[in-house]
């Protein structure tokens, strides 16, 4: 028996589809594409049908300001009898899975378009993850946070909200490894990447973008100080001292943070942002969490008066 889905539906007349080849689907009939949006922000659902009766129907699902977020999420099936090739073309464009040259009366036809779409969603999941995704810490890598960053942004224009980026640049890997070893590095390394997730709500994004240096991408904040105290919360926790291989081992952190929209309305120039400011300004941490090589000149914030050694 398939397993059950469960679908949002957008239009007149919801057909059962409980007892369908393709079934069992429940459909949670919406009164609008609103409506739709705030059930989505409340549960997650596998697909959303939307039938569009006509040209208008169409431009407004277009122009629906969740759309970007829609697609990722869920396989988004339309129901268009009239859509032309061109506007069948661009609803594929925009990460529609499936365009139907019906009403819904197709009971059959549109169980089957709703499960294969949520198959296909599922296979492009696990293939985007398998070329985006870093393998010693499991979590997405540069190029899926700018694209998760692009169809945010691509959201935030049509509704403006506040959301932030951090870059937490980390030195005592390289000591790390000098001392222990390569495969204590890694462990320190997926260590660091667990407890800044276990910092963060699940609406929120860590990436690993290169081997000393982590991204946040906090997408729903109530205001811009917000991200300057979840920052101070994520610094705070990274000093707490790591057990690699039975030994303390501590680590000291620089961070930079840019915000949408004050420091820049693209997913690239918010990031050059953050990494430019992590790179630039001196790591939290007592001397001896990091060696000099990997530090740099700069004394970290808290040492105490006097020359670097």
């Not at 957008?10 to 459909?27: C, H, K, M, R, S």
């Not at 001292?241 to 961070?255: D, E, H, K, Y």
């Amino acid at each position: 028996m398939n397993a059950p889905l469960h679908a949002l539906w957008v239009g007149a007349d919801a057909p059962d589809l409980a007892a369908a080849a393709f079934g069992p689907i429940e459909l949670l009939a919406c009164v609008s594409l609103e409506d739709a949006a705030r059930r989505m922000a409340q549960r997650p659902h596998d697909a959303l049908v939307f039938v569009a009766s006509d040209d208008l129907a169409l431009q407004t699902l277009l122009h629906w300001p969740a759309l970007s977020h829609a697609v990722l999420d869920m396989a988004l099936v339309v129901l268009a009898p009239g859509a032309s090739p061109a506007q069948a073309g661009a609803l594929i464009e925009r990460g529609v899975q499936d365009v139907l040259p019906t009403e819904g009366n197709d009971v059959e036809g549109l169980a089957r378009a709703l499960r294969l779409g949520v198959q296909r969603r599922e296979l492009d999941r696990v293939a985007r993850r398998a070329h985006a995704t870093d393998l010693a810490t499991g979590l997405p890598n540069h190029a899926q946070l700018l694209e998760h960053m692009t169809h945010l942004l691509a959201l935030r224009e049509r509704e403006p909200a506040p959301m932030a980026l951090l870059v937490l640049r980390v030195e005592g890997l390289a000591s790390t490894e000098a001392v222990l070893g390569s495969e204590a590095a890694n462990v320190l390394r997926r260590k660091l990447a667990v407890r800044v997730r276990a910092g963060l709500r699940a609406s929120d994004v860590v990436a690993a973008i290169g081997a000393d240096a982590f991204a946040v991408l906090l997408a729903w904040i109530d205001s811009p100080a917000a991200a300057q105290r979840v920052a101070g919360k994520l610094l705070a926790s990274l000093q707490r001292p790591f057990t690699v291989a039975g030994l303390p081992r501590a680590v000291a952190v620089s961070l930079g943070l840019s915000q949408y929209p004050e420091h820049g309305r693209l997913a690239d120039e918010l990031l050059r942002r953050a990494i430019g400011q992590a790179s630039s300004v001196a790591a939290i941490g007592r001397e001896g969490f990091a060696n000099r090589v990997e530090r740099g000149p700069a004394r970290a914030a808290n040492d105490e008066d006097g020359e670097p050694g």
